[in-house]
């Protein structure tokens, strides 16, 4: 059994963070951002990598006029209205193009990606939607996912991976996700603290999650694909093994134990046959974004090294998922 590497990321933009950060304060962080995505994709034609974009639905539009028309009618009433993005635009306002405000629409990158060899267009729901905040519904959600699909069809994709915005969701979302069209979706790892049920979470849980990306606190993090479930009428669930988490200059140290640990991890997986899965948000590269890239090389050059010495693959989210299936999705 050869080992697999997937990697799948939360591309959203000020999407992901809207009902926290400012957009004017973060404005030459996300267009960094956006320089940087090219030269991701460099890198992964390059090294033959086969990621899922998790995508926000709103980022495939181009115009304030394209989004309205496309907006679901069941939008989430949270019992904290500020979650909702759609409060967000009420409020704040957004843009008339994606020219005029590229922090919120992203037509041209989707493009981009969607071009590249490999590259899988995923979901990031919609909306930005949180699947356990209080006041929301399942039929709320399944509008939103039904909105994610129509975005989608605009550059002519069908989305079949899902990832869940802060990694929130549970059976029943699961079950509408599959009847969306999705066979994919990304699980946590098998870790107390990544057990997340909403975005309240104590300091002890962020705390160890930040540890563990430097020091051996979690359990085993690469698994064989026959351990995965699969359940009638239910995608398939694929953990995630690693964060990877942005350079910080003041962490050079650390970040070097970081990218020896995800070596070695990877390294575990392709010995072993088993998937080694690693995620981040592409935004993640807006601080110090020369540096993200070149761990990325380094990350990608090992991948090289396990393809060529134990026949590593790479695969997305979907291929992953029909291996499993057994069927073409």
């Given at each position: 059994?050869?080992?697999?590497?997937?990697?799948?990321?939360?591309f959203?933009?000020?999407?992901?963070?809207?009902?926290?950060?400012?957009?004017?304060?973060?404005r030459?962080?996300?267009?960094n951002t956006?320089?940087?995505?090219?030269?991701?994709?460099?890198?992964?034609?390059?090294?033959?990598?086969?990621?899922t974009?998790?995508t926000?639905?709103i980022?495939?539009?181009?115009?304030?006029?394209?989004?309205?028309e496309?907006?679901?009618?069941?939008?989430?009433s949270y019992?904290e209205?500020?979650?909702?993005?759609?409060?967000?635009?009420?409020t704040h306002?957004?843009?008339?193009?994606?020219?005029v405000?590229?922090l919120?629409?992203?037509?041209?990158?989707?493009?981009?990606?969607?071009?590249?060899?490999?590259?899988?267009?995923?979901?990031?729901t919609?909306g930005?939607?949180?699947c356990?905040?209080?006041?929301?519904?399942i039929?709320?959600?399944?509008?939103?996912?039904q909105?994610?699909?129509r975005s989608?069809?605009?550059?002519?994709?069908?989305?079949?991976?899902?990832?869940?915005?802060?990694?929130?969701f549970?059976?029943?979302?699961?079950?509408?996700c599959y009847?969306a069209?999705?066979?994919?979706?990304r699980?946590?790892?098998?870790?107390?603290?990544?057990?997340?049920?909403?975005?309240?979470?104590?300091?002890w849980?962020?705390?160890?999650?930040?540890?563990d990306?430097?020091?051996?606190?979690g359990n085993?993090n690469?698994?064989?694909?026959?351990?995965?479930?699969?359940?009638?009428?239910?995608?398939?669930?694929?953990?995630a093994?690693?964060?990877l988490?942005?350079y910080?200059?003041?962490e050079v140290?650390?970040?070097?134990?970081?990218?020896?640990?995800?070596k070695?991890e990877?390294?575990?997986?392709?010995?072993?046959?088993?998937c080694y899965?690693?995620w981040?948000?592409p935004?993640n590269?807006?601080h110090?974004?020369?540096?993200?890239?070149?761990?990325?090389?380094?990350?990608?050059?090992?991948?090289?090294?396990?393809r060529?010495?134990?026949g590593?693959?790479?695969?997305?989210?979907?291929?992953?998922?029909e291996?499993l299936?057994?069927e073409?999705?």
């Amino acid at each position: 059994m050869k080992g697999t590497f997937t990697i799948s990321l939360d591309f959203e933009l000020h999407w992901g963070g809207f009902e926290k950060w400012d957009a004017e304060e973060y404005r030459t962080y996300f267009l960094n951002t956006r320089k940087a995505i090219p030269e991701m994709l460099k890198l992964f034609a390059g090294f033959d990598v086969h990621v899922t974009w998790a995508t926000v639905g709103i980022l495939f539009y181009d115009s304030i006029e394209q989004l309205n028309e496309n907006i679901p009618d069941q939008k989430p009433s949270y019992r904290e209205l500020q979650l909702s993005v759609y409060e967000y635009i009420r409020t704040h306002g957004i843009g008339t193009t994606e020219e005029v405000d590229p922090l919120h629409f992203a037509r041209s990158l989707v493009k981009q990606i969607a071009s590249t060899p490999n590259q899988e267009i995923g979901s990031h729901t919609f909306g930005h939607y949180y699947c356990n905040e209080e006041g929301q519904t399942i039929d709320q959600f399944f509008a939103d996912l039904q909105a994610a699909q129509r975005s989608a069809q605009t550059i002519g994709r069908r989305l079949s991976a899902l990832v869940f915005p802060r990694n929130q969701f549970n059976d029943e979302y699961l079950k509408a996700c599959y009847d969306a069209g999705f066979r994919a979706v990304r699980s946590n790892p098998q870790d107390w603290f990544w057990n997340i049920q909403t975005r309240q979470e104590t300091f002890w849980k962020r705390l160890n999650r930040g540890l563990d990306a430097y020091f051996p606190i979690g359990n085993k993090n690469t698994f064989p694909l026959s351990s995965l479930t699969v359940r009638k009428g239910f995608p398939v669930c694929i953990p995630a093994s690693r964060l990877l988490r942005p350079y910080r200059p003041q962490e050079v140290i650390l970040n070097t134990f970081k990218i020896s640990r995800i070596k070695s991890e990877m390294t575990r997986a392709a010995k072993s046959g088993e998937c080694y899965h690693l995620w981040w948000h592409p935004h993640n590269f807006g601080h110090f974004p020369v540096e993200n890239l070149r761990d990325l090389k380094v990350i990608l050059e090992h991948f090289a090294y396990c393809r060529d010495k134990y026949g590593m693959e790479s695969c997305s989210m979907t291929e992953i998922a029909e291996r499993l299936l057994h069927e073409p999705v």
